[in-house]
């Protein structure tokens, strides 16, 4: 029964049922020497007769990027030009306008065209821009707004992205082989497929606290390591990519506010400024006489401030107050003494023993006459010989 099953899947597998001819293997799709990702060249001979209607596009841009625009348009309708597309600015309005004409062959550099209006309202610069014409080169415009609803949390992990002086920004351009402008709500990217999507990745994963970049960018040189590697060309690398386990950070609780005991009755009315004029009866003051009250009052403030500032500036020149030692009580001078003079007595006990611990008694017998040494004579200070 087993070997009638596998006959069975074999012949299945073999005889496999296509839709059309496009899903049948073509013999270039294991072809190592295609790379099926390449983006040949658009040749203008692959569309002669051109466009056979007039395909339009426009994009507003905001009002603080109107002067630069004004200052750059004929930079980019120069460059749209070469392609065969018009580019027309309408500053009323706010707008630009791209549409193709007789002299456009590429089908899909309109598209392109839309991509750079796109990236020229979201702040990217004209020359950068403009690379967008380019067949090799694509770009992303990723709204991160919308991710976080906090706006002091949002600008952190807007910060994270950028990092110290650009460093972070800067990293990340070189790996990802992009060009990355991070701005208001948006971050575009421009660059390869490939590249593109890591950007995505990135910036998706930093605003939503999955990763830091900085965790990203340690794992792109190590995958950029692995790739120079032609042993290791074919195998997994999940052993050799670090990991990032994320840490629980304690937080500060939130402060409960007491609630008020509940009551009916709406609390009283305060007093109105004229309610308290008439009450001390300012109000009925001409208006000479409340100036000079305020003035009076004024001056009262800044003679108590001032001796506030010039006694706190007096502190500093008053010295410190010595301690000076207390008399000391009759119990304590008493026990003082009687500690002095206990000291006393064992040192003299001490010195006792010693001596008598040390005694010679060969030193006390007394020496024969004879062997008695003989005493210098003196000699007087008188003397003539």
């Not at 073999?14 to 799709?29: A, T």
């Not at 306008?97 to 550099?109: A, E, F």
């Not at 003035?295 to 000076?324: G, M």
Request: aromatic residues 8%; hydrophobic residues 30%.
């Amino acid at each position: 029964m087993g070997k009638v099953e596998t006959e069975v899947n074999e012949a299945n597998n073999q005889k496999k049922k296509h839709k059309g001819k496009h899903d049948k293997p073509k013999p270039w799709d294991d072809d190592p020497n295609i790379d099926h990702w390449k983006v040949e060249k658009f040749d203008p001979s692959w569309n002669e007769s051109g466009m056979l209607e007039v395909s339009e596009f426009a994009t507003l841009f905001p009002s603080y990027r109107e002067k630069y625009i004004r200052d750059v348009w004929p930079m980019v309708k120069s460059a749209l030009k070469e392609h065969g597309i018009e580019g027309r600015l309408d500053l009323v309005e706010g707008s630009m306008t791209v549409l193709t004409t007789r002299k456009t062959r590429d089908p899909y550099i309109i598209i392109k065209s839309r991509d750079l209006l796109k990236l020229l309202s979201r702040g990217v610069p004209a020359p950068q821009a403009i690379k967008i014409l380019n067949d090799e080169m694509q770009c992303d415009v990723i709204k991160i707004g919308g991710m976080v609803h906090n706006k002091e949390r949002f600008v952190k992990r807007r910060q994270h992205l950028v990092g110290a002086n650009s460093s972070t920004l800067k990293a990340l351009e070189i790996l990802t082989g992009c060009y990355i402008l991070v701005q208001g709500h948006t971050v575009a990217a421009m660059g390869s497929f490939k590249g593109l999507k890591q950007v995505r990745k990135i910036v998706e994963e930093c605003m939503l606290n999955k990763m830091h970049p900085v965790h990203h960018i340690k794992i792109l040189m190590m995958k950029k390591e692995l790739e120079n590697n032609p042993a290791l060309k074919n195998e997994s690398w999940d052993r050799f990519l670090p990991k990032f386990n994320k840490k629980n950070v304690q937080r500060k609780k939130p402060k409960k506010k007491e609630k008020k005991e509940y009551t009916p009755f709406p609390p009283p009315q305060q007093p109105s400024k004229f309610d308290i004029q008439l009450e001390t009866g300012e109000y009925f003051l001409s208006e000479q006489k409340k100036t000079a009250k305020k003035w009076r009052e004024k001056q009262d403030k800044q003679a108590e401030k001032s001796a506030e500032n010039k006694r706190k500036r007096e502190e500093a020149f008053v010295p410190p107050k010595e301690t000076v030692k207390g008399n000391t009580s009759k119990s304590e001078e008493e026990d003082l003494a009687t500690m002095t003079m206990s000291i006393k007595q064992k040192a003299k006990d001490f010195v006792k023993k010693k001596r008598d611990e040390n005694v010679n008694p060969e030193d006390y017998i007394t020496v024969a006459s004879s062997e008695q040494p003989k005493k210098k004579k003196q000699k007087s200070k008188f003397s003539f010989f």
